[in-house]
């Protein structure tokens, strides 16, 4: 990296996640000087580095969060760069998405409006291959940036719906992500999958072949700055995935290789069965206040069946090639697994 470059200015906004967190410190690796927006009670866990820069921000507020915005940067200093990864996946209440999903993000433009800090070169919205809705279920044709998007949950109808109004915003430099099922260390959905075939039981949903895809989260940050770079990204789409997928039982034998696990019992639901315990668990997370993993929104993407993936515009446009097929960043993602066991293991007999 040029000498200039590392004089280049970062704003990750959602960055006390799990991605979030990747992103910072890839930004910090790069030689980015990296600030890390975050609400007040956002945990920090990963984003301990010395180096970052915090930004406390009132999301639903456009005015205070532009105050704050001209306040944490030296007077005629503007981000080159803004990373927003801010989101949710899963709500008590679906309007939530909608909320946050949506009108955060326009406030977020608002602010950048009004505190005169739009990037000079680049917003890029981390959105999700769900904006896109079911592809094609019988001839399982990849899906590609090209397809005209028809998302059939809430999630991904919140996401759309951002997307569209990165679209009409003329002064945005925006570029957007829409990557497949994200895994890696610290990330929950997946480790329920790799703790469940460690007890020897795969649960799967349907009797239809499935078609999976998967992004190792580093690669999904690699691409993120070798994108933001790129002037061919301004204002385009791109679908991020590793490029081929998987059937169900190809997952289950990878990760139970890497666990050591020697027999899996493969149970597979009937989708009406799939459909009552996602009601059920939706329920029951609205009573405690807490959001569901299983809800009727995840069981249509869990009722999805083809989730293959045409990436080669982003080959094309920035040079995109994961580097960590589903094999490699499962062993990664299991070593992680393994060590929090080890720990945990450790810490109950002290």
């Not at 597979?268 to 997370?285: D, F, M, N, Q, R």
Request: charged content about 25%.
């Amino acid at each position: 990296m040029q000498e200039t470059d590392k004089k280049k200015k970062v704003l990750v906004v959602g960055a006390g996640g799990f991605i979030g967190g990747f992103i910072a410190a890839e930004s910090l690796r790069r030689g980015y000087d990296t600030w890390v927006a975050v609400r007040e009670s956002t945990s920090r866990r990963y984003l301990t580095d010395g180096r970052l820069h915090f930004v406390v921000l009132d999301y639903d507020n456009a005015e205070s969060m532009a105050a704050t915005l001209r306040e944490s940067m030296p007077e005629g200093e503007r981000w080159d760069y803004i990373v927003y990864n801010l989101g949710a996946t899963k709500c008590v209440n679906f309007a939530d998405f909608n909320r946050i999903n949506y009108l955060t993000l326009r406030n977020f433009v608002e602010a950048l409006r009004l505190s005169g800090l739009l990037p000079a070169q680049r917003l890029l919205y981390m959105s999700s291959l769900s904006a896109l809705g079911p592809g094609d279920e019988r001839g399982y044709t990849p899906m590609d940036s090209g397809m005209i998007p028809q998302p059939n949950t809430r999630y991904g109808v919140s996401k759309i719906k951002a997307e569209t109004f990165l679209e009409t915003c003329a002064d945005v430099p925006w570029t957007i992500f829409r990557p497949t099922g994200v895994y890696g260390p610290h990330e929950q959905d997946y480790l329920m999958m790799i703790k469940s075939i460690d007890s020897h039981f795969d649960f799967g949903v349907g009797y239809r072949k499935q078609m999976l895809t998967f992004i190792y989260v580093e690669d999904l940050v690699n691409a993120i700055f070798d994108a933001i770079v790129k002037p061919a990204t301004l204002k385009h789409k791109y679908i991020i995935s590793e490029d081929r997928a998987y059937t169900q039982s190809e997952f289950r034998k990878i990760v139970a290789d890497e666990l050591g696990t020697k027999w899996v019992i493969p149970v597979k639901l009937p989708l009406w069965t799939a459909y009552v315990a996602s009601v059920v668990a939706e329920k029951i997370g609205a009573l405690r206040a807490k959001p569901s993993t299983l809800n009727r929104d995840k069981f249509k993407i869990m009722k999805q069946r083809n989730w293959a993936c045409d990436i080669s515009d982003a080959v094309r446009d920035f040079g995109f090639s994961p580097q960590f097929p589903l094999r490699r960043g499962i062993q990664v993602t299991v070593d992680a697994y393994k060590e929090s066991k080890r720990k945990a293991k450790k810490g109950g007999r002290s």
